[in-house]
C-alpha cells in the first residue's frame, strides 16, 4: 500500500512546502512593508523645518518642510482622478524661493477651473518632499499644447519649467490659491497588500493538503476494493 500512496504524499509535501514557503515569503514582505510605513509616517508626523537644497530622494523623501516663495504663474497641469478632492488637475507649479525656483505641487485644480488665473504673490508654504515617478511604459506623452499631463516625473517637468529637480506637495499656504485644494501626501495611496497574498498562500497550501488526503483515501480505498 505504501508504494500506492508515495507518489500523491510526496506530491502533496512538495506542493505544500512550496505553498507555504511562498506564504512565509509574504510575511516577510509585510513586515518590511510595514517598517517602511512606519518610518514614513514617523517623517509626516514631524514638524517642518526650513527647506534646504541639501536633501536627496534616499534620505529626505516623505520630509515635511516650510518655505517662503512666489509662484510665477508658470505651472504644469496633470489629469487625475480618485483623489480625496475629486477629478480634476494637479497643479505644478514653478515657485522661486530664496535658494532658487523649485516645483511645488500645489493640489487639485477642478476640471472647469483650468483657464483660472494663478495667484502670483509671496505664500509661505508647508509641504512634504517628494519626487514622484508616475510615469510607466503606458502613460501618454503629455499634450504640450493643452498643457495637460499624465503623471508626475520630477526631473521631467523640472526640466520644462526650469528649475531644480526638487519638489514639495504642498499641504498648506499662506495665503492659499482659492483655485486649488491641497492633496497632502499620506501613506493611504501605498500599496499593502502582503497580508492578502500571504492568506491566500496560507489557504492554498490547506486545499493542496486536503486534496493530497482526498487522493491518498481514494487510493487505498481502491486497494481495499
Known amino acids: 500500500m505504501l508504494r500506492k500512496i508515495l507518489?500523491?504524499?510526496?506530491?502533496?509535501?512538495?506542493?505544500?512546502?512550496?505553498?507555504?514557503?511562498?506564504?512565509?515569503?509574504?510575511?516577510?514582505?509585510?513586515?518590511?512593508?510595514?517598517?517602511?510605513?512606519?518610518?514614513?509616517?514617523?517623517?509626516?508626523?514631524?514638524?517642518?523645518?526650513?527647506?534646504?537644497?541639501?536633501?536627496?530622494?534616499?534620505?529626505?523623501?516623505?520630509?515635511?518642510?516650510?518655505?517662503?516663495?512666489?509662484?510665477?504663474?508658470?505651472?504644469?497641469?496633470?489629469?487625475?482622478?480618485?483623489?480625496?478632492a475629486g477629478t480634476g488637475y494637479r497643479v505644478i507649479s514653478k515657485v522661486q524661493t530664496s535658494l532658487g525656483?523649485?516645483?511645488?505641487?500645489?493640489?487639485?485644480?477642478?476640471?472647469?477651473?483650468?483657464?483660472?488665473?494663478?495667484l502670483v504673490t509671496p505664500m509661505q508654504i508647508t509641504g512634504t518632499l517628494l519626487w514622484p515617478d508616475d510615469q510607466n511604459d503606458s502613460t501618454p506623452e503629455p499634450d504640450l499644447a493643452e498643457n495637460i499631463w499624465f503623471a508626475r516625473n520630477t526631473a521631467t517637468m523640472?526640466?520644462?519649467?526650469?528649475?531644480?529637480?526638487?519638489?514639495?506637495?504642498?499641504?498648506?499656504?499662506?495665503?492659499?490659491?482659492?483655485?486649488?485644494?491641497?492633496?497632502?501626501?499620506?501613506?493611504?495611496?501605498?500599496?499593502?497588500d502582503h497580508f492578502e497574498y500571504a492568506a491566500t498562500w496560507f489557504l492554498l497550501a490547506l486545499v493542496w493538503a486536503i486534496m493530497t488526503l482526498f487522493l491518498i483515501l481514494r487510493t487505498t480505498k481502491a486497494k481495499d476494493a
Open 7 to 84: 507518489f500523491p504524499l510526496i506530491l502533496g509535501v512538495a506542493g505544500c512546502g512550496v505553498l507555504i514557503s511562498l506564504g512565509l515569503w509574504q510575511v516577510e514582505r509585510l513586515a518590511w512593508k510595514e517598517e517602511i510605513l512606519a518610518e514614513i509616517n514617523s517623517r509626516l508626523a514631524a514638524d517642518p523645518t526650513p527647506l534646504s537644497f541639501n536633501v536627496n530622494e534616499e534620505n529626505d523623501e516623505y520630509t515635511r518642510v516650510t518655505l517662503t516663495g512666489i509662484p510665477t504663474g508658470d505651472e504644469l497641469h496633470v489629469l487625475v482622478s480618485g483623489t480625496s
Open 158 to 192: 523640472a526640466a520644462a519649467l526650469d528649475t531644480e529637480p526638487l519638489m514639495v506637495v504642498s499641504t498648506s499656504a499662506d495665503p492659499a490659491d482659492p483655485r486649488i485644494t491641497p492633496l497632502p501626501v499620506d501613506t493611504a495611496d501605498i500599496k499593502n
Open 101 to 118: 525656483a523649485i516645483l511645488v505641487d500645489q493640489g487639485l485644480l477642478p476640471l472647469e477651473a483650468k483657464d483660472a488665473p494663478p
